[in-house]
DNA sequence: AGAATTATATGCGAATTCGTATAAATGTCG
DNA sequence: CGACATTTATACGAATTCGCATATAATTCT
């Protein structure tokens, strides 16, 4: 028997190709992304793109879910508990304002809120990508958070899962007003009074 | 002299044109809803459209605007200061996610954070009206929550701008777990807890 | 009534857009 | 070296999309 790939070898690098479409997604959302735009800025042609990975939208998924398995692999580093809580979620929202605001030119966002959101709607594949990427990040902070309180830094009676949620909700909203271009320092000032109320012990 | 309108009148409402647009814009984006659909849900042809209105971006503006309007004026109804400050909050977020849910579809969000999120970085005319929003929606709250301070339900030492972004943070993440099809009951969880963390008194 | 003014109706044209069909290239296996 | 398998290159076609150009309709002013 034989097993060596038969056939012209590919020339293209996949993740490579992922990371230059997700540039484009990312800046101008999946629907004003043409296909030869893709084609230009990944170097492939139309039908190398349609081979490796399909249609327009299943190239965004895969563009999305590489996005969020990075993402949530750099969070839960982040979250690795060596910290305080407090010191970790801060750290949290710094980076991810960081990635937010990276652009040179109009501040990005989040790939996922700022371009899924909109196709969510009519694309229930990209709807169901972003709920569950929602979850996944929020997943890793309910956990961080629920040692937090076994460790006795946040009240034992604290709502892990509800104080996960208000932790993602900025997370989002960070991402929202980066998008709508506010200023570096207003995105920050949300991250304190949010890591202030998140981390308080009860009166 | 005189002064009466010259010329054919108008057929169309320029109101109601708005609203029809806005449900297209709404559920499907910018990008995706064409001057042909629009076209056919106002019962405009596509002239009467670019004299009515501009170009398609002008349009969609013009429907952000009005949403935005309605919907601040809507906020600052239920923030009278008739009731407590928790009580108004708590309906502000119910009733702002029975807005992000109506649709017998798949949730819609808010046509703000869910559509302009999107076109904000390569149209700085959309990008400045969601900001421009975004503190619209904030302010209202933020002036609530300094009254709440003044009467003594929050802390003197509370930060009324900080916890207005807060809340705005809250609003902006029901916007986009709507749109990523999340069920009403995730939703009010992150409203209660939410208000829950907002009014509380410092220990 | 007729001229002037503004809105609506129809349709054209140039440009995009996306998928695929066909042909050429580049490798492996017998 | 020749048959086969797979990728890349080129190009086509059908469908949209947007703005405008031209023609028609409805109203006011003289």
Same mark, same amino acid.
């Given at each position: 028997?034989?097993?060596?790939?038969?056939?012209?070898?590919?020339?293209?690098?996949? &993740?490579? !190709?992922?990371?230059? @479409?997700?540039? =484009? +997604?990312?800046?101008?959302? +999946?629907?004003? #992304?043409?296909?030869?735009?893709?084609? @230009?800025?990944?170097?492939? #042609?139309?039908?190398?793109?349609?081979?490796? +990975?399909?249609?327009?939208?299943?190239?965004?998924?895969? @563009?999305?879910?590489?996005?969020?398995?990075?993402?949530?692999?750099?969070?839960?580093?982040?979250?690795?508990?060596?910290?305080? =809580?407090?010191? &970790?979620?801060?750290?949290?929202?710094?980076?991810?304002?960081?990635?937010?605001?990276?652009?040179?030119?109009?501040?990005?966002?989040?790939? =996922?809120?700022? #371009?899924?959101?909109? &196709? /969510?709607? %009519?694309?229930? /594949?990209?709807?169901?990508?972003?709920?569950?990427?929602?979850? !996944? +990040?929020?997943?890793?902070?309910?956990?961080?958070?629920?040692?937090?309180?076994?460790?006795?830094?946040?009240?034992?009676?604290?709502?892990?899962?509800?104080?996960?949620?208000? #932790?993602?909700?900025?997370? %989002?909203?960070?991402?929202?007003?980066?998008?709508?271009? &506010?200023?570096?320092?207003?995105?920050?000032? =949300?991250?304190?009074?949010?890591?202030?109320?998140?981390?308080?012990?009860?009166?």
């Amino acid at each position: 028997m034989t097993n060596a790939k038969r056939g012209r070898p590919v020339q293209y690098d996949r &993740e490579q !190709a992922l990371e230059r @479409a997700s540039d =484009l +997604f990312w800046s101008a959302g +999946f629907a004003a #992304t043409s296909l030869d735009d893709l084609s @230009a800025a990944t170097q492939m #042609t139309r039908p190398s793109l349609a081979g490796a +990975f399909g249609d327009k939208e299943a190239l965004y998924i895969a @563009a999305l879910m590489r996005y969020r398995d990075a993402s949530v692999d750099a969070m839960r580093e982040i979250l690795s508990g060596k910290r305080s =809580l407090r010191t &970790e979620l801060a750290e949290v929202l710094d980076k991810a304002t960081d990635v937010y605001m990276a652009s040179a030119d109009a501040a990005r966002g989040c790939l =996922l809120i700022g #371009t899924a959101s909109v &196709e /969510a709607v %009519h694309r229930p /594949a990209v709807r169901q990508v972003l709920q569950e990427s929602l979850g !996944a +990040f929020n997943a890793v902070l309910e956990e961080r958070i629920r040692n937090a309180i076994a460790d006795g830094e946040l009240d034992p009676e604290a709502n892990a899962a509800g104080l996960a949620s208000v #932790t993602s909700a900025v997370m %989002h909203s960070l991402a929202v007003r980066a998008r709508a271009g &506010e200023p570096r320092d207003a995105l920050d000032k =949300l991250s304190d009074v949010a890591v202030d109320l998140i981390c308080r012990k009860r009166p």
